[in-house]
């Protein structure tokens, strides 16, 4: 009779609830089945074996439909929760796009008026030629002191997105007639 860590593996059943494993000693299937009848019966004879109990336990379960639900709970709020940074961080680039865009534009036009030549008297409003979707405005006024004009530039853009830039500006002119005197 041959043994295997102790147990018998012949045709007799030694177990208490007169359960045959196998039909033949020789069969590979009958030893798998021996295999796990024993380990049955280790649960039995020994029930102070954690380990056993647990691994037996754990080779016959799975998921619970509840266990899978507060899975599916969880992955879908931590992916809601990404999505929503996500767009947050793209409506945040976005505007700093237009920022970026309104800045250059309103030094642009700022440039341009310092390089005039000729008196401004007159407001101006367009859009601009490279950019459709942005327009300026300039304002000019008279301040209270003689030759000196205020400009107002206004850029403005999709999203609500404006500049505003003050700045004054004293007369060709004005400067002109005072080398003169």
Do not use: C
Not at 115 to 132: S, V
Not at 163 to 177: A, E, N, P
């Amino acid at each position: 009779m041959e043994t295997d860590r102790g147990y018998k593996l012949s045709g007799k059943s030694e177990y208490q609830d007169g359960f045959t494993p196998f039909r033949d000693g020789n069969s590979k299937h009958n030893l798998t089945l021996d295999r796990a009848v024993r380990a049955k019966e280790k649960t039995k004879v020994f029930p102070g074996n954690y380990r056993n109990v647990k691994r037996h336990f754990l080779s016959l379960t799975g998921f619970t439909l509840l266990e899978v639900l507060i899975s599916l709970a969880i992955v879908g709020l931590t992916l809601t929760v990404l999505i929503h940074s996500q767009l947050l961080s793209i409506k945040q680039a976005t505007k700093a796009k237009y920022h970026t865009t309104i800045v250059f534009l309103a030094n642009e036009i700022l440039s341009d008026t310092f390089m005039r030549e000729n008196p401004l008297t007159a407001n101006e409003k367009e859009n601009f030629q490279d950019y459709p979707e942005f327009s300026w405005e300039r304002e000019v006024e008279n301040s209270d002191i003689e030759g000196l004009k205020e400009i107002k530039i206004t850029v403005s853009g999709p999203e609500n997105s404006r500049i505003i830039l003050h700045t004054y500006r004293l007369q060709s002119d004005t400067v002109q007639r005072g080398k003169k005197r």
